[in-house]
């Protein structure tokens, strides 16, 4: 397979250390000329990492990259750029200040005596993009137009300064349903002329549509390429996924299907644009879980559900009674807890010790005119680092210093000191060691034997199946299954999120 | 109708209203000694504004200008004052001094990765400290050939004269606008102001830009203290202090954003002469405090202020609706 002719772009043992990580490790990936080639992955598997070592944007520690059989390196993406690598990003890098035309010949205008000349730049403009069967104004400013039309003035330049391979990093994902026909009939002419093109995105059903092959990565490591036609959609979930199907299942029927009175129930609740309505009832004391892949709307979920994003439709009852969620402070006030999925962006405030960071939602629910005192907070510092077991030399250490894992408990015990009645945890325990994985798990046990109700949000099926005692699968952002009792397995979870909208389909 | 234009359109129609209003209070407003006039007493200020124009839309600010129009009068009334150097040679030296001064300026913002605000606040007190240093004194200019410069004027019909500098300063503004628009220097600068890192990325040299901009802010900056020198025939270490801030207001009147990425040079030049004619119009009247300019240019900037952003609500919403 190396060496094959008709590759154009051929990695061979491309490895990428970060302090304390190794974001790729050892992976091999070819795309040939005229063919769409998906790169699919979980967060954290390295697609992003392997697409930036392809494009000069960071340095690889080892392997090579040849690319129309010489070997490169890429020393930035200009050099790519020129070498003939061409990359095309969700938010789109060009600038909306200047015309289309501007855009497409920044650098490269056509000059007579030192002047540009801007008739002969439009009309070189409208050829180009009369490639690509659009007839815009090419000297109003991109910003003027439609994402899609951004998108499509992107590639056209892309494709004009490189002309080999092309990236296309989620070109799709706020896109429309016309919108994202218009850009894959493009790539197809593209795939015509004999480009090869990468394609990253969640949607799977796009990957079907488009991708001639498949190339699945996951925490740094190459799971595999295949032919998409003869590769099932289950398969491919499971690839992404990992865990070979050992098959997990409820262990305990200790997790008895609770069977007390609904404490939480929201009815038809949704946002157009974020999260199809769906209909969720949580009891006192149980943990549902919630499956899925990237993008499939695990986190706009929970951000609905604590008012970071207020819901346009449906309604929320606490108890029997309406409630109202329609902010953090709110969905606070009605004793809720959310930690959310990136600690470092979202969680924790790195500057602040630890002590602090614990006592901060404490002090923002009483208000600026309660402050606790420094004994209170001391004392809930000491009482959450023993109950959890955060390792720290002292509460007043900054947080930014500790371990994943501890810090990860930090923001949970900021959430605890609240005493909330429903938590929710987005992925709590991803990038922490296995160590302290098993404890933050078993903390989840205990919070539900307290009578806590908790939704976490996990895209580790196994620890989904121990501990939910019912699991919502969620794709294309909507609601589509749930599994309660012995259904909770992680090949029935599987099944969930590959099955095909619209039986029938071909895998 | 291509948006990018509307700032620059209410910029002139302002313009031509404020012309008529005045007109019809004073018809003599309209004479061409008036428009002459409205040209020599604005020179130096138009000429500093084309490289503010410059600086803001790459989305930065220079707020050295002032201080190195003073420098540069000082420089030159001490230099024919006490050698026997030749005018001419005095402004291709002095010109050469400003133009390194706004590179290095530029190079230190780029290099250092410093906000522009800082640098060239920092170079705001060091020119002013350095026209110090040569004189704290009014130094008259004596030279024959500025008298000589002072007496070429083009004679427009009814008694106008459009002086040396008043056709420096058109002959700026012109040569200005063919930069902007029509150079890949002009490109780069509006891509600066859409994005420095963007722009890197789609290859624009973002280093050399920016110390060019600076580069070509002192230059202008210097021709503008000649400009004043002549204007004066003296040189003073105290004259023209918030000049910059006169000249930003030129620019965003011109109809300029104040983040960078677009507007005209074209628009400043309506910007520095709706200034001026708010001048006149109190010399006109003769019983208005000459505060007056002031308040009523801190009003237009506002109104722009406010103008801007609603252009910018309203092109967002109709992305939205399109």
């Known amino acids: ?507 | 109708m291509n948006q990018k234009y509307l700032p620059l359109i209410a910029t002139i129609i302002i313009f031509i209203v404020s012309y008529a209003v005045c007109a019809a209070q004073y018809p003599n407003i309209l004479s061409t000694r008036v428009v002459g006039n409205l040209l020599t007493d604005n020179a130096f200020l138009g000429i500093a504004a084309v490289g503010m124009t410059f600086v803001i839309l790459s989305g930065g600010i220079d707020l050295s200008i002032g201080s190195v129009i003073a420098f540069t009068g000082i420089f030159l009334a001490v230099m024919l004052e006490s050698t026997s150097i030749h005018p001419l040679a005095a402004f291709a030296l002095v010109l050469v001094i400003t133009t390194l001064f706004g590179a290095i300026m530029g190079a230190i913002i780029h290099y250092l990765e410093m906000p522009a605000f800082i640098v060239t606040l920092a170079g705001m007190f060091l020119a002013r400290g350095m026209a110090f240093v040569l004189s704290i004194d009014s130094i008259p200019i004596k030279h024959p050939f500025y008298a000589t410069m002072k007496s070429f004027y083009y004679k427009l019909p009814g008694g106008g004269r459009i002086t040396l500098i008043g056709g420096l300063m058109v002959l700026v503004f012109a040569i200005g606008i063919l930069l902007a628009q029509r150079t890949r220097f002009g490109t780069n600068v509006y891509a600066l102001g859409g994005g420095a890192q963007t722009s890197a990325l789609m290859g624009v040299p973002v280093g050399r830009t920016t110390v060019l901009i600076y580069g070509l802010s002192g230059f202008l900056a210097g021709l503008s203290g000649i400009v004043y020198s002549l204007y004066t025939s003296a040189g003073y270490s105290l004259a023209t202090v918030g000049v910059e801030l006169d000249a930003i207001a030129a620019v965003v009147i011109g109809g300029t954003l104040l983040t960078g990425g677009a507007g005209f040079v074209g628009g400043t030049l309506v910007g520095v002469l709706i200034q001026g004619l708010i001048q006149t119009y109190i010399t006109f009247d003769g019983s208005l405090s000459s505060w007056w300019t002031k308040i009523l240019i801190g009003a237009l900037l506002f109104a722009f202020i406010l103008m801007q952003k609603a252009i910018l609500l309203l092109s967002r919403q109709n992305k939205r609706y399109s």
């Open chain 1, 1 to 507: 397979m190396l060496n094959n002719t008709n590759d154009i772009l051929t990695a061979v043992g491309i490895v990428k250390t970060f302090p304390g990580a190794v974001a790729l490790d050892k992976v091999n990936f070819s795309l040939r000329r005229g063919e769409v080639h998906a790169l699919l992955g979980e967060n954290g598997a390295g697609k992003s990492t392997l697409i930036k070592c392809m494009t000069g944007a960071y340095r690889r520690d080892a392997g090579t990259l040849t690319l129309d059989g010489t070997e490169i390196d890429p020393h930035d993406t200009l050099d790519a750029q020129k070498l003939g690598i061409g990359t095309v990003y969700q938010e789109v890098n060009l600038l909306g200040n200047l015309s289309v035309a501007e855009n497409l010949f920044l650098g490269r205008q056509p000059r007579r005596f030192g002047l540009v000349q801007t008739g002969e730049m439009k009309k070189r403009a409208n050829a180009l993009l009369a490639q690509y069967g659009i007839d815009i104004n090419v000297s109003a400013a991109l910003d003027s137009f439609s994402v899609a039309i951004q998108q499509v003035v992107a590639i056209a330049r892309a494709v004009d300064l490189s002309g080999k391979v092309l990236i296309l990093d989620e070109p799709t994902a706020s896109l429309d349903a016309q919108e994202v026909e218009m850009l894959f009939r493009i790539v197809r002419d593209l795939k015509a002329r004999g480009l090869g093109i990468v394609f990253i995105t969640h949607f799977l059903e796009q990957v079907y549509d488009l991708a001639d092959r498949i190339t699945v990565l996951r925490n740094g490591q190459l799971v595999g390429t295949r032919e998409t036609a003869s590769l099932p959609r289950r398969e491919l979930v499971t690839m992404m996924l990992g865990h070979e199907l050992q098959s997990a299942e409820k262990a305990v029927a200790a997790a008895e299907t609770s069977s007390g009175p609904v404490q939480f129930r929201f009815s038809n609740y949704g946002k157009a644009g974020t999260i199809k309505p769906f209909d969720l009832d949580v009891r006192k004391g149980e943990v549902v879980g919630i499956a899925g892949l990237l993008g499939s709307g695990r986190t706009e979920t929970a951000e609905l559900l604590f008012g970071v994003h207020k819901a346009d439709s449906g309604t929320a009852e606490i108890g029997g009674k309406p409630a109202n969620l329609s902010s953090p402070r709110a969905a606070i006030a009605a004793r809720f807890g959310f930690c959310p999925e990136d600690r470092k962006v979202d969680g924790i405030i790195g500057e602040l010790s630890v002590r602090e960071n614990i006592a901060l939602a404490l002090q923002a629910r009483r208000g600026w005119a309660r402050p606790l005192s420094a004994a209170e907070q001391n004392a809930l510092a000491d009482r959450y680092i023993k109950a959890l077991d955060i390792r720290t030399s002292d509460r007043e250490k900054p947080i930014r210093l500790l371990s994943g894992g501890n810090q990860q408990k930090a923001i949970l015990a900021r959430w605890l000191a609240t005493n909330p009645e429903f938590l929710i945890l987005d992925e709590p325990t991803r990038g922490i060691d296995v160590g302290a994985h098993a404890e933050i798990i078993r903390l989840i046990g205990e919070l539900c034997a307290q009578g806590m109700s908790l939704i976490v949000i996990s895209s580790e099926l196994e620890e989904l199946v121990a501990y939910s005692s019912r699991v919502i699968v969620l794709r294309d952002r909507a609601h589509v299954a749930e599994l309660t009792g012995s259904e909770i397995t992680t090949e029935h979870i599987v099944n969930a999120i590959a099955a095909a909208p619209g039986a029938g389909e071909h895998p």
